[in-house]
């Protein structure tokens, strides 16, 4: 079976300093894993995707993210923060197994950022 | 926008009444999820739709729950009698066929739905 588990339920930092949102995965196969923003009243938007490419991934807005398949973790980066990063997280393993791709969700960070 | 929609943004209702929501997927998409966030939770997956054929449903949706998808396009996803512990976001996916995008869900913005 597959899935993720994000290892803070609520990330604070300071403007312009770096992010680091955790996630460890679980898979009996190579995983796909993805990173998704929801800010409030608004649906779930891509950052970045993991599709055994390459290891360090780059998304919008300065994200990236390092697949480690020794570690089984896929955290999230940005060096600067900017108020606007203050939104919902969540980090995503997708269902190969069955065929059907659907989505396992961790249960989500909080990400605050302080003026 | 080509995005994703969904129809209502909000529904209300009372406990017993039967709601029906509507998803839009992107146009060339043939792949159609749903999935249902409670409140301070990941999103979990309910059913998946390959054109117009149902081909999983998630343990979570009850026999109260029914979604179609009848000409491979929109989808609508109906709760019958409904419960407070229904109350939840829906929100609704879709992605394309091939092999290097079906990975890929682009979501729409969700029916939050409160059952009073």
């Known amino acids: 079976a597959q899935s993720v588990t994000q290892l803070d339920s609520h990330v604070s930092v300071s403007e312009g300093t770096p992010v680091l949102l955790r996630c460890n995965y679980s898979s009996s196969y190579s995983p796909s894993l993805f990173w998704y923003v929801q800010h409030p009243n608004k649906g779930l938007q891509l950052l970045l995707k993991y599709t055994s490419a390459a290891t360090l991934v780059k998304g919008i807005n300065g994200f990236e993210a390092e697949f480690k398949k020794s570690e089984t973790s896929f955290h999230l980066t940005k060096p600067s923060a900017h108020m606007s990063d203050a939104a919902e997280y969540f980090c995503?393993?997708?269902?190969?197994?069955?065929?059907?791709?659907?989505?396992?969700f961790g249960t989500g960070t909080r990400l605050k950022v302080l003026a | 926008d080509t995005g994703v929609s969904q129809d209502p943004r909000h529904k209300i209702t009372k406990r017993g009444q039967n709601v029906t929501f509507r998803c839009d997927p992107i146009?060339?998409?043939?792949?159609l999820y749903w999935y249902r966030q409670t409140l301070g939770q990941g999103p979990e997956f309910l059913t998946y739709?390959?054109?117009?054929?149902?081909?999983?449903k998630s343990r979570l949706l009850s026999d109260r729950f029914s979604a179609e998808r009848p000409k491979g396009s929109f989808s609508t996803l109906e709760i019958q009698r409904t419960e407070q512990g229904d109350s939840a976001m829906y929100l609704c996916a879709s992605s394309e066929q091939g092999v290097s995008a079906r990975e890929t869900q682009y979501f729409g913005p969700g029916t939050r739905l409160l059952v009073l």
């Open positions: 739709f390959q054109n117009e054929a149902q081909l999983e």
């Open positions: 146009s060339e998409h043939n792949r």
């Open positions: 995503v393993v997708s269902d190969r197994a069955s065929g059907t791709y659907k989505y396992i």
